[in-house]
């Protein structure tokens, strides 16, 4: 039987192929193929990234590259939730570990010019299932909701070109946006600043 090929191999491999010169279309590249093969070899997840919080999903970290390279994370989705409309501005992997997941991408449309305001409009749903792995890459590809469809819970394991302790936030019907502090559920107090949107 071939070794099973978890978190450690997969960080190793991130490690090993990912430099400061790799361009984000490259790392995309890279963490989807190694998180497809992860997920497909048989991820076996620690529960000590399965921690629970208050909300509609918890984010457990998983690994954060010492050279600030990548971050990997994995996140708990209560069943029939989902996150704000959201950006990272950086590059990323979402991998479908248990359950499914719905990723729905936008477009702004409007010209940057107002401040704290945005206009965004929906361009695709994409559904993802369990070994399943979609990207997020700027500026193309940005701009996202994500929705738990199902009644079960749902974990996502996520790869981010750098540590996202901050993101922003869309509000379509009022063409609002903000600022929300990211926290780890796994790692209380260790990021300062609560969720201010929901
Ligand atoms: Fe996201």
Redesign the pocket.
């Known amino acids: 039987m071939a070794a099973a090929y978890g978190i450690e191999g997969y960080c190793r491999d991130l490690t090993r192929l990912i430099g400061p010169d790799t361009p984000a279309e490259k790392c995309v590249e890279i963490a989807r193929e190694r998180c497809a093969s992860m997920l497909k070899r048989g991820l076996d997840l620690r529960d000590e990234f399965k921690v629970v919080v208050p909300g509609q999903y918890s984010r457990n970290l998983v690994h954060r590259d010492p050279r600030g390279l990548f971050v990997v994370i994995a996140l708990l989705w209560k069943p029939e939730t989902a996150?704000a409309i959201?950006?990272?501005t950086t590059w990323?992997v979402?991998g479908t570990y248990e359950s499914a997941i719905e990723?729905t991408n936008y477009d702004r449309v409007d010209d940057g010019s107002t401040p704290g305001m945005a206009q965004v409009r929906e361009r695709e749903v994409i559904p993802s299932g369990e070994g399943n792995v979609e990207i997020?890459l700027p500026p193309r590809v940005d701009i996202?909701?994500?929705r738990n469809p199902t009644k079960r819970r749902t974990i996502t394991i996520?790869t981010y070109g750098r540590e996202?302790d901050a993101?922003n936030v869309y509000d379509p019907a009022t063409c609002r946006m903000g600022t929300v502090s990211l926290r780890y559920a796994n790692r209380p107090g260790e990021i300062p600043g609560a969720s201010r949107i929901g």
Do not use: A, F, T, Y
Request: hydrophobic residues 30%; aromatic residues 0%; charged residues 15%.
């Open positions: 996150s959201h950006d990272h990323g979402m990723c997020v996202h909701r994500m996520h996202v993101c």
